[in-house]
Structure formats: structure tokens, C-alpha cells
């Protein structure tokens, strides 16, 4: 069976949410959300939008830049590279969880469910990988910041070998194959290619602020004290969200172009295929995102739920707590986290803990692409974190 006939059984197959008419569905109570109701919800609903494409979409869209840049400028072949490297996957992944942010994280997800990188890899970058929590520690304590990091490379390495002696190299791979034919159609879109400069518009000053909201900056003041009091910043990223939404109902098909990557990907190299494979795949990971945060928010918002309260117990437990704060999908959570931490609130076995099991904002797409593989990958990442966490606890603080 070719792969793009593979595609087609995948198609039928899709869940109502993927379907043309879920897509629309999600769109309509995406724009309800953030246009109807209270005013106090609204603003959450579009502070949270926002929230999502700056810390996250931003991240992803640049991290997709430079690397479909380097395949655009060398002419690399991801899959034939990741073949004849097979002896350093697991450092390799290490390396790209370990990335501020969680573009780096979502790469090595990607690459997996393209059937180029093991099971043992996509744990390894769960665990090295902080997510955006890594620019908060970096700005106010540096050398903290690399200390947990060398824990979590060293935790990251130690734990994708041991796992891939435990399960071997083929556990739980995948096997995809896909015609160029069927990615040169994807990728060629003069539909798509209309809204390269509205998408280009919002996505490369959304890096910028990115930055500045990372690094916990106001970014609102960069526009001056008259523009400042109506939150540039959140507007420009609410918009982005907004129509990186819309691009992925109205994109037939969509999905991760990553998934495709084959061994004559040379052949659809240009600027116009690196723009839209980059707003393709962003546009997809920014829905999933906008999802998660939207439930964890909301959620907030109606129950009262706060990350602060888990901590209210003897010390002993903090490391525990932070292991288990880990487990809560997205940034937001290990943000606060990291917070606490520099807050004097909460120790540092407990900061090492959470940035181990944390996966950030990784483990949408995740969850998305290939879910019992996410699940049981974030089961594996506990185990160094809490071994690690508690060793801090006992022998150093």
C-alpha cells in the first residue's frame, strides 16, 4: 500500500473533533469564548489565547524555522541524518529537550511518530525538557538554572539507555511511509500560500514578545505609555491564536507535515515550502495548546483550582508534590513551580523533581500524535524524578 492511499484509510478513520465539521464546531466555541458571555471570562478566555501562541506557538514556529532552514539551506535529510546517527539518538534528544522552551521537545516527538527516532528517545527529551519554566530560572538564577539542567541531561541519558535495555530499539516505534507525491500536494498549497504574510505577520513580532514574556518583561511598555494600558501584547498574541485556528479547520487535511519527512524530501526544498510546512505544523500544535489551556484555565476560573495549594504540606512531601505538579500538562503549572522556588516557598529537591517529570507544553502534541506513547513515556519520566528529587533532599539540602 503507497502512502498516500495509507492516508486516505487514515482520513476515515479521523475522530469527529478532526472531522470537517468538528473543526468547525471548535472554531465556533473558540470565538464564543472569547466573544460572548462575562466580561471577567472573556478576558481570561483572551489572555489565555494569547498565553498560549506567545509561549508556546512562538517557540514552535521558530524552532521549525531554523530547522526546515537548515534542511532549505544544506539540503539535509532529517531521515537519512537520524539513520546514520542511530548510536547518538538518545544524546541527540537530550540535547533538543534540554532547549528553553519545548520546540525542541516537540521535534524529537514528531521525528518519533515519523518513525525515525525510538520510544527510549521521546522519554529521554521528556525528561530533560523544562518547558518555558527554563526562561524564568535562567533570568533570575542562572547558575540554578544550569545545575538542574545538568541534572536533567545526565537523569535524560541515563534513563532513555535504561530504557531502551529494558524495551530494545523497536518498542513501540512507529513505521510510516508516505509518497512524495502526496507531500508535494500537501506542501504546494496556493490556497494556503495567501495567508503566508497575514500568519508571518503576527508569528515573527509574537517571537519577539515571546522573548520578553519568558523572561517575565512587560512587554506591553515596549509600545509606549499611550498604548501600554490596552495590553498590545495580548491582543497581538490573541489574534495569532485566533488565526492560527482558523487556518487549521480551513487547511483540508491538516496534520504534521513532520510526519512525512522521507528520503527525497531534497526534492521540495524552497522558501514557500518552509513557510507553510512551518504554519502547517504550528497551526496544529497551537489548537491542541489553546485546548489544554483553555480546560486547565477554565477550569481555574469555576473551581477555584491552584497549583500554590498542592504545596501546603511537610516539607518531606515537597518533592513528591513537585513529581506529581509535573504531570499536569503545559507550562503554566511548572511556571508557578519555579515561582515558588525562587520564592524561598518551596525547596530546591522540589524545583529538580518537577523540572524532570514536567514534559511542558511537549506533551500536547503528544497526546495529540501518538497518546499512548505520551502517557506511558511521562510514566517513565516519575521514576528519575522522584529518585533524583528525593537523593537532592537527603544528601545535599
Same mark, same amino acid.
Given at each position: ?29 473558540? @470565538? ?20 498560549? @501562541? ?22 539535509? /535529510? ?9 548510536? #547518538?539518538?538518545?544524546? &541527540?534528544?537530550?540535547?533538543? +529537550? ?11 516527538? *514528531? ?5 525515525? $527516532?525510538?520510544?527510549?528517545?521521546? %522519554? *529521554? ?5 523544562? +518547558? /518555558? ?13 544550569? &545545575?538542574?539542567? =545538568? ?11 535504561? %530504557? ?36 508571518? $505577520? @503576527? ?5 519577539? !514578545?515571546?522573548? =520578553? ?8 511598555? #515596549?509600545? +509606549? ?14 489574534? =495569532?491564536? !485566533?488565526?492560527?485556528?482558523?487556518? #487549521? %479547520?480551513? *487547511? ?8 512525512? !519527512? ?52 511537610? *516539607? ?31 525547596? &530546591? ?26 502517557? $506511558? ?14 537523593? #537532592? ?5
Amino acid at each position: 500500500m503507497n502512502g498516500a492511499t495509507q492516508h486516505q484509510n487514515d482520513l476515515k478513520k479521523r475522530s469527529f473533533f478532526t472531522s470537517e465539521i468538528g473543526k468547525v464546531i471548535f472554531l465556533g466555541i473558540i @470565538f464564543y469564548l472569547s466573544f460572548f458571555g462575562d466580561v471577567e471570562r472573556i478576558q481570561l478566555v483572551r489572555e489565555t489565547l494569547s498565553d498560549a @501562541f506567545l509561549s508556546v506557538s512562538a517557540f514552535v514556529a521558530m524552532t521549525l524555522f531554523i530547522f526546515y532552514g537548515l534542511e532549505h539551506l544544506f539540503r539535509l /535529510d532529517t531521515a537519512v541524518f537520524l539513520k546514520k546517527s542511530k548510536r #547518538w539518538h538518545i544524546p &541527540l534528544a537530550a540535547l533538543m +529537550g534540554a532547549l528553553p522552551g519545548c520546540g525542541g521537545a516537540i521535534m524529537v516527538i *514528531t521525528q518519533y511518530v515519523g518513525g525515525h $527516532l525510538g520510544f527510549a528517545s521521546v %522519554v *529521554t527529551a521528556l525528561t530533560t525538557t523544562m +518547558g /518555558d519554566a527554563a526562561f524564568l530560572l535562567l533570568a533570575r538564577e542562572p547558575k540554578t538554572a544550569l &545545575l538542574v539542567y =545538568g541534572i536533567c541531561i545526565v537523569a535524560g541519558v541515563t534513563t532513555g539507555y535504561v %530504557v531502551r535495555f529494558m524495551h530494545g530499539k523497536d518498542f513501540m516505534r512507529k513505521k510510516i511511509s508516505v509518497k512524495k507525491t502526496y507531500l508535494k500536494k500537501l506542501i504546494y498549497s496556493n490556497f494556503l500560500s495567501a495567508f503566508h504574510p497575514v500568519w508571518l $505577520l @503576527f508569528i515573527i513580532p509574537g517571537m519577539v !514578545l515571546a522573548f =520578553g514574556e519568558a523572561f517575565q518583561v512587560d512587554t506591553n511598555l #515596549w509600545f +509606549g505609555s499611550t498604548l501600554a494600558p490596552y495590553q498590545p501584547t495580548v491582543l497581538i498574541g490573541f489574534l =495569532g491564536a !485566533l488565526l492560527s485556528c482558523f487556518l #487549521w %479547520v480551513i *487547511t483540508k487535511n491538516s496534520g504534521m507535515t513532520m510526519n512525512n !519527512l522521507s528520503g527525497e524530501m531534497s526534492y521540495f526544498h524552497n522558501v514557500r515550502s518552509l513557510v507553510q510546512r512551518t504554519m502547517i505544523d504550528t497551526n496544529f500544535i497551537t489548537v491542541w495548546v489553546v485546548i489544554a489551556f483553555l480546560l486547565f484555565e477554565l477550569n481555574a476560573y469555576y473551581h477555584g483550582f491552584n497549583v500554590n495549594d498542592f504545596f501546603n504540606v511537610i *516539607t518531606p512531601l515537597m518533592p513528591l508534590i513537585g513529581v506529581l505538579v509535573g504531570f499536569i500538562p503545559g507550562c503554566a503549572p511548572q511556571i508557578i513551580v519555579t515561582t515558588l522556588y525562587l520564592q524561598g516557598v518551596i525547596p &530546591l529537591s522540589a524545583q529538580i523533581g518537577n523540572a524532570i517529570s514536567n514534559d511542558g507544553d511537549a506533551l500536547f502534541p503528544a497526546i495529540a500524535l501518538t497518546p499512548k506513547v505520551a502517557m $506511558l513515556a511521562s510514566l517513565y519520566t516519575s521514576v528519575p524524578a522522584l529518585i533524583v528529587g528525593y537523593a #537532592w533532599y537527603f544528601f545535599v539540602e
